[in-house]
Each structure stands twice: as C-alpha cells, then as structure tokens.
C-alpha cells in the first residue's frame, strides 16, 4: 500500500514566523501534489499544489518546495498568522484519486 | 461553488447496526469519494465511484460497501457497524483531469457504542 509521510505531528509557531511542513512519497508515478487546510468542524479544503515539472509554487505566504529525487515536497507558510492555525494534510497521486499524509496540527501564537 | 452535503452530522449507533451515510453534490462531477479520518492516521480512501453504478474499493474497504445510484449521490453503508469504525466520514468530490481539486463535505462523525 503506497504511504505518504508527513511530519512534524503538530507544530507551534509565533506570529510572523515560518511554518514548515514537511512530506514524502513512494510511488514516482504521482503526478499531482496538493495541501489541503482544515479548520475545526470543517471539511478540508485545497490550499495550494503543484505538478512535478516545478521546483517550487508560491501564492501569497503559501510555498510548495518540490525535490522530485528525493520524492520529497514542503509548505512553507511566511509570516505565520493566528488565523493559520488548522490541520494540514499533504497529499500525492494522480488527479481523481489521492493518498493523504497523516496530518500537521499548526497553532500559531499572538 | 461546489457544495458537497452530508446530511447527518452526527450520529451515535449501536453494535450491529446498519447505518447509511449519505452525500450529495450539486456540480455534476463524475467522480465521487468515501474517506474516514482519524488521528494520526490522516485520511484513508474507503470507496471511490467514477461513474453511476460503478465503484471501486480504496485502501481500507473492509466493512463497508457504497452505493451509487445517481450522478449526485454516494451513499456508504456499514452493514454491521462496530466500534472500530467510530470515525470522521468525508465525502468529497472531484479530481477532474484540469485540476485534480478534491471539495469535501464537512462531514459526518459517526460514533458506534
């Protein structure tokens, strides 16, 4: 069964700072990579993602980092604000059917 | 935009019930989903359909069995729960060819006693 690992678990960052999240996948085969948020009570919803044929994505304070020999791919949130504070999940496959990492709990701080 | 709605938001059922968790959505999307999400375990795919009457087993189908008798509406059944299936259910919808975007419902947390 193919995994995606997603690290760290949970994650408290102060105001303005960077988050980072972290996750890696097996199969080399996956095409698309998206993040998904998800705040309390709610269904998770696509944040941003990103196709193998790029190093790199940004939208606003958002940022994938893609390392396609290491199968490996990040979110960096710049300038972590308290209305950030959610669960992230990375995931990998191809459009119409996903593998989803495990989960980052993000609290930022006043 | 995309609404995807499960009609139970909560539900508390006992051992050995039979219980229907039901979504609909209203853009005509092809593809339909069932995951469960739990704890550290993120989410895990049950069912999947990419068609009216067609389905297909995701990672942990064991337990489960889908339903999909018209375009907008994917039901998932238990037909006998038990209490490891206590979870959050998601529903999503999605993952066209253009842009693989996943809309979920909010879900439905089911607890079996």
């Known amino acids: 069964q193919q995994q995606v690992k997603q690290s760290p678990q949970s994650l408290i960052v102060q105001k303005g700072g960077i988050s980072i999240i972290n996750c890696a996948y097996e199969?080399?085969?996956?095409?698309?990579f998206p993040w998904y948020q998800q705040f309390p009570g709610k269904g998770p919803a696509l944040l941003i993602a990103?196709?193998?044929?790029?190093s790199e994505k940004k939208e606003g304070r958002f940022t994938i980092s893609f390392n396609k020999s290491a199968k490996q791919f990040s979110l960096h949130i710049m300038d972590s604000q308290p209305g950030d504070s959610a669960t992230y999940f990375c995931?990998?496959?191809?459009?119409?059917?996903?593998?989803f990492g495990q989960g980052t709990t993000l609290q930022v701080k006043p | 935009d995309v609404k995807v709605t499960q009609s139970s938001r909560y539900l508390v059922k006992r051992t050995g019930e039979k219980v229907f968790l039901e979504c609909v959505q209203d853009?005509?999307?092809?593809?339909m989903f069932w995951y469960r999400q739990d704890p550290g375990l993120g989410l895990r795919l049950i069912y999947f359909?990419?068609?009216?009457?067609?389905?297909e087993k995701g990672d942990i189908p064991e337990g489960y069995s889908v339903s999909r008798e018209k375009k907008e509406r994917f039901s998932l059944i238990l037909e006998s729960a038990s209490t490891n299936q206590t979870s959050m259910y998601l529903c999503?919808?999605?993952?066209?060819?253009?842009?693989?975007?996943?809309?979920f419902g909010e879900g439905s947390r089911l607890t079996v006693l």
């Open positions: 359909s990419y068609d009216v009457k067609m389905k």
């Open positions: 199969n080399t085969a996956f095409d698309y």
């Open positions: 990103i196709r193998p044929d790029v």
């Open positions: 995931s990998s496959g191809n459009t119409g059917k996903l593998i």
């Open positions: 853009m005509d999307h092809e593809n």
């Open positions: 999503a919808t999605g993952g066209g060819a253009n842009t693989g975007e996943l809309f």
